[in-house]
């Protein structure tokens, strides 16, 4: 049963959701979360690292549509991040310490995540 089936609007979908735990010296290569036909619209990361510092570092880097200099956001607990998962350029740079986060991503009408 896909998630998207028990919602009786059809606009409406269930976000698909990852927890990730980055082991020491872990990455993720700079990628956008939607390509092709990949119907992502917006990308949620929610962080749940207490006590993070940002000499652990684990940052998530933003990388701005059009270009621009990079963000980095520090992957501290009760942290939200929102961002357009298309136009939005991202990578995760390597951590010193157990890094936690869950990931959700909301998807255009008519269509899955993915």
Do not use: Q
């Not at 606009?11 to 872990?26: D, I, K, N």
Request: some cysteine; aromatic content about 8%; charged content about 25%.
């Amino acid at each position: 049963l896909a998630a998207n089936s028990i919602c009786e609007d059809p606009f409406v979908t269930l976000p698909l959701a990852m927890l990730s735990v980055y082991e020491r010296g872990a990455r993720f290569e700079k990628h956008r979360d939607a390509v092709g036909a990949d119907r992502r619209a917006v990308t949620a990361v929610a962080y749940l690292n207490e006590r993070w510092d940002a000499a652990d570092g684990g940052a998530l880097r933003l990388w701005p549509p059009g270009g621009g200099d990079a963000i980095d956001v520090v992957p501290e607990s009760n942290r939200l991040v929102l961002f357009l998962s298309r136009l939005v350029a991202h990578e995760v740079l390597p951590a010193r310490a157990p890094r936690r986060a869950v990931s959700m991503w909301f998807s255009e009408p008519g269509g899955e995540a993915g």
